[in-house]
């Protein structure tokens, strides 16, 4: 290797021992190295992504291997749940005037005649291959459902997560910057109340002030967009209590930082100081928490169809529940579960990414 104009070298070991041993200076050269100086530098910023590379993707396959533990468990514990409900599917789908010999029929048809492991295991069979099986009630593949009832929960869930920001976020920063004050007391008030009604009383009530009284929206139903709104309402006011005090909380720990005096001294308008970096250095447990939030989405959403007859997962889980269909039951909780373990995998992955002083290796920065 030739040597660069103005480096320094001397003989000695070569650069690999010196990037093990951790006690090299960048820009300074080493007394036991013969390399030069300007050589080892983006020799070390090199061996430092790749231990970062390989950090980030065991990190990730080992939250991966969680992630699959988790949705096995999931499985397992919602089939036992579900198989020991009392009441029998049959005898809804065919009613207490079936004779003996067609309930057995029926029961062999649906494969409900083998022992409860023989089942499980047909089960577990059938996920590997993406089966869901057949609706007992609805005969139709449980795919199918879910693909139908899908893009309302989707857009239900999104126009929540919007509101919810939209709302939170000027809610905790008013709260910050007025520490102490009249506004900090109502947005706080607020977001205390708003954690505090549950959504199947939020529901009715909103459906008969803004329904039945003004008439603005529809009182239930997928009727177009307008019909969102008493939904979405309604599942972001617990959501946005939440976020509203973590951005307060997260605010008031970064607004007597030095880097933010340094921005005041230096003439900047306080919107940008604000907007531009308190915001931006608060917002990372923000972050984590608006994933949790959202992969409990599904969740919530649960109840707050039912009370609007929206027409998605939630209410298509209630309707199954009702009518004994479990392999519909199975799926539903499948797919929330799923989702809400995708999202929390993925807020770590985007917090790690954001913040440079997380090592995933667990070192210390």
């Known amino acids: 290797m030739a040597a660069c104009k103005g480096a320094r070298t001397s003989p000695g070991r070569c650069p690999a021992h010196v990037i093990r041993a ?13 390399i030069p100086t300007c050589c080892i530098d983006p020799l ?13 993707l065991a ?15 999931v499985v397992s514990i919602v089939f036992l749940f579900i198989h020991l409900i009392p009441g029998d599917p049959v005898e809804i789908m065919l009613g207490e005037s079936a004779t003996g010999a067609d309930r057995e029929a029926l029961r062999l048809a649906l494969g409900l005649h083998e022992a409860l492991p023989a089942q499980y295991l047909h089960y577990l069979g059938g996920l590997l291959q ?28 999104l126009v929540t997560l919007c509101l919810t920001i939209v709302l939170a ?57 307008s019909s969102v709104v008493l939904p979405a309402l309604t599942l972001s006011t617990g959501l946005t209590a939440v976020l509203s005090r973590m ?22 308008p306080p919107a940008r100081i604000i907007l531009h970096h308190a915001l931006r250095n608060a917002l990372l447990p923000v972050i984590t928490l608006l994933g949790l939030q959202l992969g409990a989405l599904l969740a919530g959403a649960v109840v707050t169809e039912t009370v609007f007859s929206w027409p998605g997962i939630g209410l298509l889980t209630i309707e199954s529940i009702q009518s ?8 539903c909780v499948l797919l929330i579960s799923l989702t809400y373990i995708l999202v929390n995998l993925l807020t770590d992955l985007v917090y790690a990414w954001i913040d440079p002083r997380i090592r995933l290796d667990g070192s210390s920065a």
């Open 22 to 34: 951790g006690d090299y200076t960048p820009g300074q050269p080493h007394d036991d190295c013969k």
């Open 44 to 56: 070390l910023h090199l061996c430092s992504g790749l231990r970062y590379s390989h950090a980030m």
């Open 59 to 73: 990190y990730l396959i080992q939250r991966l291997l969680g992630a699959c533990l988790a949705m096995f468990g």
């Open 130 to 157: 993406l089966d869901l099986g057949y609706s007992i009630h609805q005969q139709q593949p449980v795919g199918h459902l879910l693909l139908e009832r899908l893009p309302a929960t989707g857009l239900l869930a």
């Open 169 to 225: 976020l000027p809610l905790g920063i008013l709260a910050a910057i007025h520490r102490n004050t009249a506004w900090d007391s109502a947005a706080m008030g607020l977001s205390l109340l708003g954690v505090s009604i549950p959504n199947f009383w939020l529901g009715p009530l909103l459906i008969l002030l803004f329904s039945l009284w003004l008439g603005w929206f529809p009182v239930s139903g997928q009727d177009g967009i």
């Open 247 to 268: 951005v307060r909380s997260s605010m008031l720990e970064v607004l007597h930082e030095d880097y933010l005096r340094t921005a005041r001294a230096k003439g900047l």
């Open 324 to 331: 004994r269909d479990f392999p519909v039951v199975q799926a």
